[in-house]
């Protein structure tokens, strides 16, 4: 069956770097497209980044343009995201996501950037 675990997440100050992880299994990695989303307290989960099978395209929120990266290794089964310039309103829980006829999600892993 499809899984997602993300990895990487904790204490960062602001302007620090991290950088996550998410490990797959289940399914063909190389023929999806990738999502890291996130959720802030009290806020609706929004989309971060996204990552086509092969890595060729990209998309990111403004929010998070020129600081973050998204990236796959194809023979790890990993999509990460590399999160530059952190600012408290990056703080979140994030997941990973694949779409596979069903959205299927990680456990999150949480992200906290303060001084």
């Known amino acids: 069956q499809v899984q997602l675990v993300e990895s990487g997440g904790g204490l960062v100050q602001p302007g620090g770097s991290l950088r996550l992880s998410c490990a797959a299994s289940g399914f063909i990695f190389s023929s999806y497209t990738m999502y890291w989303y996130r959720q802030a307290p009290g806020k609706e989960r929004e989309l971060v980044a996204a990552i086509t099978g092969n890595g060729g395209s990209t998309n990111y929120a403004d929010s998070v343009k020129g600081r973050f990266t998204i990236y796959r290794d194809n023979v790890k089964n990993t999509v990460y995201l590399q999160m530059n310039s952190l600012k408290p309103e990056d703080t979140a829980v994030y997941y990973c996501?694949?779409?596979?006829?069903?959205?299927?999600w990680g456990q999150g892993t949480q992200v906290t950037v303060s001084s």
């Open positions: 996501k694949v779409i596979r006829i069903v959205h299927y």
